[in-house]
Each structure stands twice: as C-alpha cells, then as structure tokens.
C-alpha cells in the first residue's frame, strides 16, 4: 500500500472516522490555538473518537496530553505528500472533459472549452460511499456546501447558486410558501389549544342494586343532542356477551316537569308529568356469576347516545330534562362508576379531520418538505389542536399513557449497547468475515445476511435486531464498494419478514397471540409458527427474485460517482453533522464548533477540486489479508464484556414468551443491559455514548404514538374496522369465508403501511373475533387470525414509517452518513409489500377456503 494513502475514511457516529487524501493545507493547519481551555477540552471529549483523531483537531489533543498526559488513543499518522492531485509521485490518467462554463483558467483550453485533468490513482482498500439520494442532490445543485475561491477564502457558498438566479428565485418562493404554510398550521393549533381547556370529567360511584332501578338527572342541559356515558366496572367485552347472560340496561328518558325546576338534581315524584323512552337500551354485560366480578379487572365501557334534534329541543327550552335509567338482571348490586359526557366527540366528522392530518404528514414526508421527526410533531400537533377543537382536549397524563414507553427504552437500551459495543471493532471484523466466507461475491453476501436477519427477527423483537444488524451491514457495504442503502432496504424487508413467524417477532403478532380469547381457541406459539413458516417461506422466495428484478445489475448496488468524490461528500456529512451538535451557548463551544467548520471547508475545497478536474480513481481492490489487517478487534476486553451482556439481555428476549420463568418486559431487559453494560465498561465520558443515542428516531417515535391515538380518538381505527365488517356482512354466505380474508388481510395490509399497525391490530383482533362470534356467520376463527397477521406483519413493508425497524434502520444509517428517503423506500418496499400480500391471498385461499386446513 502506497505510503502517502490514509486509512479509508469510515465516518459513522458508532465507529471511527478515517480520512481520504488531502491537500497539504488541510493536513497542517494544526498550529497551537491560543485560546484552548479545560471547559473546551471536555467538549472535545465528547467527539467521537475518530473526530478527536483528526490533525484538524491536533492543538485539542496536544492540549489535553499537556495537561492529563497521552492515552491509547494516536493521531494517525500524518504524510506531507498527500494532495489533491499535484503529487508527481502519484499515478496520472489524462481525461477529457468537457466544461463550457468556465472560460479559461484552471487548465481549461478556453477556445474548445475542454478541460484537460490529471487524476490520481489513489488506491483505498475499503471505498467509503455517501447515500446515493444525497450524491445525486448535490451533483443537481442541492445541500453540497463548497468553499468558493481560492484556499485561504474562507467563504462558503452552496452549489446551487453556481446554477443561475432563476434556480435561486424558485427556491426562495419554495421556502417562502412553506414557512407561511407551516405558520397557518401552527396558528390554527395555537389557537384551539389556547382557547380550550382540558376535558375533566367527573366520576360517581354508584350501585345498581339488585331488582330494582337506578337513575340519574343530567345536571345541564348538553349544547347538543349527543351525550356520551361512561361505566367503569367488572365488565365483560362485547366479544365475550356470549358467555353470560347477565347485563346491564342503560338508557336515556326525558322527564317532562310541571314547572321550570331550579334543582335539577332534586326532582320528586309529583313534579313529574310525564316520562319518554327516547333512546333504545344499551346492554353491558357482566359474569354469569356474581362472586366473579369480584375477580375481574375493572375495564371501562362508552356509549354516545342521540336523543334527537326535538328532544333536545325541549330540553334546551327547559320543558324537560335528561335522566339516565340504569338496571340490571343480576342477582346481586353491580358497583360501577358512572361518569356523562355532554359534548362527546362527533366521529363522523372527526373522522375527516383524521384523515386531513395523515394527509398532511404524508406531504411532507413523501416529498422531504421538512424533517420527517418534525412532521410527525406538527402532526400530532394539529390532531390535538383538531381535538381541542371538538372539545375532547386530553389532559397531559392522558397524553403521556398514549406513548409507549416500552418501545423507547427498548429502544434506548439497545441503542446505548450498540454504541459501545461498537468501539470494540466486532462490526468491521463480522464484516470481514463475511466478505471471507462469501468470497467477495455480492449476491450470495447479501443473501446471506438477509437470510440471517429473517431469521434472528423470528425469535428476537425486529426492532432489536436491525439495531444490532444495520451497522454490521454498512460496515460489510464500505468493504465490498457497495452503496449501503439498497442493501438495507432489502435487509429491513427480510427483517419484517420473518418477524412474521412467530409470535414474538413482531409487535402486531405479540397483540395478536396474547388475546385472551384468541389463544383459549387453540392459537399457542407451535400452532402459530407452523401455520405461518409455509407462506412466509414463500414469501422469502418471491422476496428474493422481486429485489433481483429491481437492482438487476451489481453497478444498482454502487455509486455512479468516484470513489474518491463519495469519500469526500461522506466525509463531510458527517463533520458537518458533527459541527452541527454543538451549540453556540458557550465561548467554548463555538470555539470547536469553529474548528469543526474549518475542517468543513477544506474537505468542501477538495471536492470542488475533484469535481471541477473530473478526477477518477484508480480501481484498487484489497486483498483478504489487508482487511484482516486493517480491520482487528479493536478492544477485546470490552469485546468480553459486551458479549457478557448481549448473552444476557439476548437470553431473556427468549424467556420474555415465558411469563412464569421471567417477569421483565423487553424494555426493561434493554435498559437493564444497557446499565449492566455502562457499568462494566467503565466509562468516565458518559456523554459521548448518550450522544450516540438516536434521539431524533426516539421522538419521532413519541410523536408518532400520540399522532395514532390522536387519529384513533377521532374515529379513524374505528372507522376503517366497520366499513370492513360491513363489507364481509352484505356478501353471500358461501363466498363470506373468503370475502372475510381476502379484506381483513388487505386492509389490514394497505392501512398498516401508512398508520401504526399497533392500533390498527388492536382494532382488527376485536373485528376477527367478532366475526368468529358471529353465529349467523359461522366463520372459523384461525384463518381470520393467520389473515390478520400477515397482512399486519408484512404491510409494514409498504413504506418507511409503516413499521417500526424501518424508522430504526433508517436512522441508524442516517447516524452513519447513509440517508434514504421515503420516496426511495417506496419504490422498494412497496412493490415488494403488495408481491408479498398476494402470495399469502393465494395461501390462505387455497388452505383454507378449498382445503380448509382450519
């Protein structure tokens, strides 16, 4: 390897950062900054190390051994020959590339316009690749920052300027129009919040006593004919209302008064006229024994009620007043808690407001309008603003329970595990090794490591293992010059895959299998498996030759740029994303957040150098040995300690199907690793790994878990699970059995691409086990469940934010310098969901409605 290369550059905020070739002025500008102090020390200490290592940031290091002496952490080794392509000593291949908008200069032949370009063959074993969307911005003009002039002008400016006023004008307009978009959005959720308070309502406990009636008079009138009631008791679901024939009747009745009544609540028997059933009775049921309700946990049941527009009438006129009757067939007094709603939310049109704000996150995702974290809080936003609105503010604990805090320290956990686990170098080995087993040849690699992911998924959480197999992934894509992103497309597909096989590799299947009802039916863990392993064996094929179809050629699976000009753009992704951490709320921050941005700019030089020569690399390829070399465990010690932990929360993700050996939650065993880990690593820079966190994904996360519930709260859920029923109820009866699969697994399929599938399964259990009930329908129930689950499982393919591990992976590889947007994702993803939904239409056609397997 020729002396005056650097190691390749690695940028990811897990590992290490290398460097690319620079010009002498990028590499000797480290003269001793005056103005170093202890406070900027320590934010220098909470770069990642391969930051810390940069000749850059060597007055920071030389400092910091100054003053605490050197550690096991060198500067690399710095050559003074490295440049842009000035070198004699490099190998030269001559191009010809034709430039006419430069006009002399920089070597251009000012007549023809051509430019004649020395390029070096600057031989790196293992290629560092930006994302492919991002190459193809910026060569289009867009979010490449470059220093403009010659190399001491430090001024920045952006690629799309050199494009001409008009491009500049359009982008002003853009942004113009969204910023005044986005403060109409904010206005209108401002507003409603401000001008609304909470809803609080107030419980009573009360009894129903046995043989006789209990009521209640609504102390106010309600603004309109709807009021919602509220029981709160040891009640049974609608689903169980065959197994008892115990209920409770409620109704609504209007009391007609002699006289306007000043106490409402205090009316007796002789002011009372006239009384009218206005509402038909609301059956609630209860166990069919009374000793069971004292074994029962409370659930709470709700009813909106519409008295109609002339009862309402009447009673806004004070001719009457509303009185709630409640009784009861059971052989003894039923304690409930009784709580009224006057203005309950109208679903009908809460609905079109739902569907209003998916709308609008989806705008702004598909086409990149803003973050898509900050779409998702504008979103979840506007639904409460929405909510406010139509008066069913929630209050802030009620807000807190919609998030599910299992998910974010599962979540947190794993991230903080795999960040340290990292620093051991096992990635770039398991890299290597694979690249060794495979021979270097791509197809079987990828086949390889998808496989592997399908089947870690089918035992592990999804989510936990594309957190652990996203970075041995783009390790394996630098060694082999792949562009990471459509491998880890294809390795998040194979993930929601064979999550899909049991019932604890994906969250939709874990709400499916621990239905009570559901697993009382027959539906264990072997039955669930053995029914799923057929199509999704099937499904992995025609997965297979689907993303063979769509990257067809290997040159599909790299970059259309040089190597050494993808080098360089990754490279500065990440120092900006690195720059752009810190604040600017001390002296001392700014002062490395300077150095950072310097650093910037002369890798922005070197890429305009590279861009405007039409430099192209040499193609080297690394021998085994070499990568053997280059990529060792780094840490063994910690390498120990870390598989020590892994071996332990991995072990209770097993025992987390077995209730009775274990009882810790997968969030729990997280965080408990990722403590247990900290504290056997020994890390005094605590910071360092917490900024290694994928905060962003996190909130992301949260504002999508309020936005569902939000959406579920104006009747979105609710709606799409009636209009499926309704759909299964008008067909004959020969054909229901396969209307009923064919529109639970599409539907369930369609809607969990594009809204949470944890509610949406949640909604679609109680329609399969409703239809199941049915008597007059007389439909089995295990091909509803094996419907539901494929369609819940393998619809999460559909799109980018359509199930969790794609969020994860997609921020994870963003972390590392590899963005792929939704647009991407679709064209991937999409294609394959639908091919996948087909194949399992066809299975569970042929198992159970020709050969009824069931």
């Not at 704000?357 to 900050?374: D, Q």
């Not at 799923?532 to 970059?559: E, G, H, N, W």
Request: proline fraction near 5%; glycine fraction near 6%; charge should be negative.
């Amino acid at each position: 390897m020729p002396k005056n290369l650097r190691p390749p550059s690695s940028t990811n905020a897990y590992g290490r950062i290398g460097l690319v070739p620079e010009s002498d002025d990028s590499l000797h500008s480290q003269e001793m900054d005056p103005q170093v102090t202890e406070a900027s020390l320590e934010i220098w200490r909470t770069l990642p190390a391969a930051i810390r290592q940069d000749p850059s940031l060597a007055s920071f290091r030389q400092e910091h051994e100054r003053l605490h002496g050197p550690d096991d952490d060198p500067l690399p080794n710095e050559d003074c020959s490295a440049d842009d392509g000035d070198d004699n000593s490099k190998e030269f291949i001559t191009i010809k590339v034709t430039n006419p908008s430069q006009n002399g200069g920089d070597g251009t032949d000012s007549a023809s316009g051509k430019l004649t370009a020395t390029t070096t063959a600057t031989a790196t074993p293992s290629p560092r690749a930006g994302n492919k969307h991002q190459q193809n911005g910026e060569k289009h003009g867009h979010n490449a920052t470059m220093d403009h002039g010659g190399e001491g002008d430090e001024h920045e400016v952006t690629m799309h300027s050199m494009h001409g006023h008009p491009h500049q004008q359009h982008g002003k307009v853009f942004s113009t129009v969204k910023i005044s978009a986005l403060l109409v959005v904010w206005l209108i959720f401002t507003g409603f919040l401000m001008s609304k308070n909470e809803k609080e309502l107030e419980p009573r406990q009360m009894s129903i006593p046995e043989g006789r009636i209990r009521t209640y008079i609504l102390p106010d009138s309600p603004p309109g004919s709807r009021v919602g009631i509220y029981l709160k008791g040891a009640f049974l679901n609608d689903q169980q209302h065959n197994m008892t024939s115990n209920y409770v009747s409620v109704n609504l009745q209007l009391l007609y008064t002699n006289s306007n009544t000043s106490n409402l609540t205090n009316i007796q028997d002789h002011d009372v006229k006239h009384v009218e059933n206005v509402t038909d009775a609301w059956l609630v049921p209860v166990p069919a024994y009374p000793d069971q309700m004292d074994r029962m946990d409370e659930i709470t049941r709700k009813h909106v009620f519409d008295i109609g527009t002339a009862s309402h009438r009447k009673v806004a006129n004070g001719k009457a007043v509303i009185r709630v009757h409640m009784s009861s067939n059971v052989e003894a007094d039923v304690p409930v808690k009784f709580t009224y709603d006057s203005t309950p939310i109208d679903k009908e049109t809460g609905v079109i407001y739902a569907a209003i704000v998916l709308l609008g996150l989806y705008v702004l995702i598909i086409w990149e309008i803003v973050n898509r974290t900050f779409a998702a809080m504008i979103a979840s936003t506007l639904a409460i603003g929405v909510l406010a609105a139509m008066d069913e503010r929630p209050s802030m604990p009620k807000l807190i329970s919609w998030i599910d805090v299992e998910t974010l320290l599962l979540l947190f956990g794993m991230m903080i595990m795999v960040a340290i686990l990292s620093e051991t170098g096992i990635f770039d080995f398991l890299a290597v090794y694979a690249y060794q087993v495979t021979n270097g040849r791509v197809w079987p690699l990828i086949n390889c490591l998808c496989i592997f992911t399908a089947v870690l998924s089918s035992f592990l959480d999804n989510v936990t293992t594309v957190l652990l197999m996203t970075p041995v992934t783009i390790r394996l894509c630098e060694v082999m010059e792949l562009n990471p992103v459509p491998v880890l497309m294809s390795m998040v597909i194979y993930s929601n895959v064979g999550g899909t096989l049991t019932p604890v590799g994906d969250p939709p299947n874990v709400i499916i299998a621990s239905n009570s009802y559901i697993s009382k039916n027959g539906v264990n863990f072997a039955t669930f498996t053995l029914h799923m392993a057929i199509p999704i064996a099937i499904v992995m094929v025609t997965t297979y030759f689907q993303l063979r179809m769509k990257f067809k050629t290997i040159s599909d699976l790299r970059f259309s740029e040089p190597q050494d000009v993808q080098e360089i753009r990754h490279e500065i992704a990440v120092w900006q994303r690195a720059a752009a951490s810190l604040s600017s709320y001390s002296k001392d921050e700014d002062l490395v957040r300077e150095t950072l941005l310097k650093k910037v700019n002369k890798l922005s030089r070197s890429l305009k150098k590279k861009l405007v020569s039409g430099s192209v690399p040499v193609e080297y390829k690394a021998t085994l040995e070499e990568l053997k070399n280059k990529y060792p465990i780094r840490n063994k010690v910690l390498l120990v300690k870390s598989a020590v932990t892994l071996a332990f929360v991995i072990t209770f993700f097993f025992l987390h199907s077995a209730p009775d050996i274990q009882k810790l939650s997968l969030g729990w065993t997280a965080l408990l690793g990722a403590v247990l880990l900290l504290i056997l690593a020994d890390r005094e820079d605590i910071e360092s790994v917490i900024a290694r966190v994928e905060w962003s994904t996190l909130l992301f996360f949260a504002a999508l878990f309020i936005l569902m519930e939000a959406l579920a709260e104006l009747g979105l859920i609710e709606w799409i699970g009636k209009q499926t029923e309704n759909v299964i109820l008008s067909v004959s009866e020969e054909s229901r059995l396969a209307v009923a699969i064919l529109l639970i697994l599409w539907v369930s399929a369609f809607a969990s691409a594009f809204v949470d599938n944890i509610p949406l399964t949640t909604m679609m259990v109680k329609i399969a086990i409703g239809l199941a009930e049915n008597e007059a329908l007389d439909l089995p129930l295990k091909p509803l469940v094996w419907a539901l689950a494929l369609g819940a499982c393998l619809g999460g393919n559909g799109t980018l934010i359509g199930a969790s591990a794609n969020v994860v992976c997609a921020g994870v590889a963003e972390q590392h310098g590899y963005r792929f947007t939704f647009i991407e994702y679709f064209k991937v993803g999409f294609p394959v969901m639908v091919g996948s939904v087909i194949v399992s239409t066809v299975y569970l056609l042929f198992a159970h409605v020709v050969f009824t397997w069931h």
